[in-house]
């Protein structure tokens, strides 16, 4: 398998060469919060998959929903003018569960990526059919992850995403995003980092002219950037200037959908509403590739009230509103609420962080340690603690592997390590991440 993996598999986000040198983690088996690998090896997926196995991996309703609507209709999505009876009451589950969030209509996806893709273009689409065809331009923040398309590679924030395939789409701008352990203001108050940051926001559009934006992308609390949620007052400023200035706001929730955060959305853990919310991930945790595009009401009105013909939606996917995959999305939503996921995700991440923090006060390699909002944490390594410098690679890769070898499976991500484990897991499954933790960095020390 390894030797096969190397030959004839590329990985995303690796240099192809890194495969053939390092051989990759064959995984086998999943089996409630725990994976084996291809030697039986068990450990705690303190991942979560890719931060979208919210329920773990042996979730026998969502098994028996894929079933079952395999036997009965494993194929017919919406377009034009069909449609299926399995999203249509996904769509109503849907619309129940981010009514708070003033979102009441769904466009369905395959993944984050094209959620993302399919916000940007109807932000675009909205403005046109309101007359306002200049706005054009995109606004995010930096170290703002919203994956692969191209869209969403010009608002990614981090600029080893986009340089390799640019020219991008040209008008993305990129707004310093609050990080307090490193920002461009030397500002370690997150308070007043954040006022900073909608500093800069203001001062873009003001530079960009409003009425050339269509809309703002940001993720609640930054995910594959290093977890690092804002101060409280960042996600409603943003909110209150793009208002100001006709700009919609669009919620990245491809992670913090469905109670990573301890909330039923990140917007929601800041008391916001977006205009638009890009969902994926544990929407079907992980057993279909699914998504959706969540529109608030007001924005849905503007297409459904044109008399124009420009509200006609140009993006058709194959798979919009895959049966199965709305199948499994349903059981999922209703094992994410009967067992009050967000609730577990609050508690074990309290448990978490506290834990975390602890390993930092031990570990002079440890930098910085980011939580508190759930089950979505990371830990930043760094060579010197004086200087920041940050983490080698080789380094970092060595405390995951001790990890994994004592019962983890963690995620590196530049110099941090992220963790975003399943949201039922245990106590003692904390305990197993922290103990693994904490012998990878003993063993660099
Ligand atoms: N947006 C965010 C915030 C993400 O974290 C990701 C994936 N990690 C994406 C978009 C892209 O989602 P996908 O990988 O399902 O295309």
């Given at each position: 398998?390894?030797?096969?993996?190397?030959?004839?598999l590329w990985h995303p986000m690796a240099h192809p060469a890194d495969s053939?040198?390092n051989?990759p983690?064959?995984?086998?088996?999943?089996?409630?919060?725990?994976?084996?690998?291809?030697?039986?090896?068990?450990?705690?997926?303190?991942v979560?998959?890719l931060w979208?196995?919210?329920?773990?991996?042996?979730?026998?309703?969502?098994?028996?929903?894929?079933?079952?609507?395999?036997?009965?209709?494993?194929?017919?999505?919406?377009?034009?003018?069909?449609?299926?009876?399995?999203?249509?009451?996904?769509?109503?589950?849907?619309?129940?569960?981010?009514?708070?969030?003033?979102?009441?209509?769904?466009?369905?996806?395959?993944?984050?990526s094209?959620?993302?893709?399919?916000?940007?273009?109807?932000?675009?689409?909205?403005?046109?059919?309101?007359?306002?065809?200049?706005?054009?331009?995109?606004?995010?923040?930096?170290?703002?992850y919203?994956g692969t398309?191209?869209?969403?590679a010009?608002?990614n924030?981090n600029?080893n995403f986009r340089?390799q395939y640019?020219?991008?789409?040209?008008?993305?701008?990129?707004?310093?995003?609050?990080?307090?352990?490193?920002?461009?203001?030397?500002?370690?108050?997150?308070?007043?980092?954040?006022?900073?940051?909608?500093?800069?926001?203001?001062?873009?559009?003001?530079?960009?002219?409003?009425?050339?934006?269509?809309?703002?992308?940001?993720?609640?609390?930054?995910g594959a950037g290093?977890?690092?949620?804002?101060?409280?007052?960042?996600?409603?400023?943003?909110?209150?200037?793009?208002?100001?200035?006709?700009?919609?706001?669009?919620?990245?929730?491809?992670?913090?959908?469905?109670?990573?955060?301890?909330?039923?959305?990140?917007?929601?853990?800041?008391?916001?509403?977006?205009?638009?919310?890009?969902?994926?991930?544990?929407?079907?945790?992980?057993?279909?590739?699914?998504?959706?595009?969540?529109?608030?009401?007001?924005?849905?009105?503007?297409?459904?009230?044109?008399?124009?013909?420009?509200?006609?939606?140009?993006?058709?996917?194959?798979?919009?509103?895959?049966?199965?995959?709305?199948?499994?999305?349903?059981?999922?939503?209703?094992?994410?609420?009967?067992?009050?996921?967000?609730?577990?995700?609050?508690?074990?991440?309290?448990?978490?962080?506290?834990?975390?923090?602890?390993?930092?006060?031990?570990?002079?390699?440890?930098?910085?340690?980011?939580?508190?909002?759930?089950?979505?944490?990371?830990?930043?390594?760094?060579?010197?603690?004086?200087?920041?410098?940050?983490?080698?690679k080789?380094?970092?890769?060595?405390?995951?592997?001790?990890?994994?070898?004592?019962?983890?499976?963690?995620r590196v991500s530049g110099?941090n390590?992220i963790?975003?484990?399943?949201?039922?897991?245990?106590?003692?499954?904390?305990?197993?991440?922290?103990?693994?933790?904490?012998?990878?960095?003993?063993?660099?020390?």
């Amino acid at each position: 398998l390894t030797e096969n993996n190397a030959r004839h598999l590329w990985h995303p986000m690796a240099h192809p060469a890194d495969s053939l040198a390092n051989p990759p983690d064959i995984i086998t088996g999943g089996d409630g919060v725990e994976i084996t690998d291809v030697d039986g090896h068990r450990m705690v997926d303190a991942v979560g998959g890719l931060w979208n196995v919210n329920l773990g991996y042996s979730c026998e309703p969502v098994k028996k929903a894929i079933s079952e609507q395999l036997d009965r209709l494993p194929y017919y999505s919406i377009f034009r003018g069909t449609t299926n009876d399995a999203v249509i009451e996904l769509s109503l589950m849907l619309r129940d569960f981010f009514e708070p969030d003033g979102l009441t209509r769904a466009f369905f996806t395959s993944g984050g990526s094209d959620s993302v893709e399919i916000a940007l273009r109807l932000a675009r689409q909205y403005h046109k059919v309101r007359g306002e065809g200049g706005r054009v331009k995109y606004l995010s923040l930096k170290k703002g992850y919203h994956g692969t398309h191209t869209l969403g590679a010009s608002v990614n924030g981090n600029a080893n995403f986009r340089t390799q395939y640019e020219p991008l789409m040209p008008g993305c701008y990129h707004i310093p995003a609050p990080y307090p352990y490193r920002n461009p203001f030397g500002e370690t108050d997150p308070e007043k980092l954040a006022q900073l940051c909608l500093s800069a926001l203001e001062d873009e559009i003001a530079f960009q002219g409003a009425e050339t934006i269509a809309a703002m992308i940001m993720e609640p609390i930054l995910g594959a950037g290093g977890v690092i949620p804002p101060h409280e007052s960042f996600m409603p400023g943003v909110r209150e200037i793009c208002s100001k200035h006709g700009i919609l706001l669009i919620a990245d929730e491809v992670i913090t959908a469905f109670g990573r955060t301890g909330s039923w959305s990140g917007s929601r853990h800041w008391g916001v509403q977006p205009d638009m919310m890009c969902t994926a991930k544990a929407i079907t945790n992980g057993y279909f590739p699914f998504g959706a595009v969540m529109i608030s009401g007001a924005v849905a009105e503007v297409f459904e009230n044109d008399t124009s013909g420009k509200a006609a939606i140009g993006s058709g996917y194959t798979y919009s509103g895959h049966p199965v995959g709305a199948a499994a999305a349903i059981a999922c939503l209703k094992e994410t609420e009967r067992l009050q996921v967000k609730d577990n995700a609050a508690a074990r991440g309290a448990q978490l962080w506290e834990g975390l923090k602890a390993l930092k006060e031990k570990h002079a390699l440890v930098g910085n340690v980011r939580g508190g909002h759930g089950l979505m944490c990371a830990v930043e390594l760094v060579s010197d603690r004086s200087t920041k410098a940050p983490i080698d690679k080789k380094t970092i890769g060595a405390v995951h592997r001790v990890a994994y070898e004592n019962g983890a499976m963690l995620r590196v991500s530049g110099p941090n390590i992220i963790l975003s484990p399943p949201l039922v897991l245990t106590e003692a499954h904390v305990n197993t991440i922290l103990s693994a933790l904490d012998a990878g960095l003993s063993a660099q020390g």
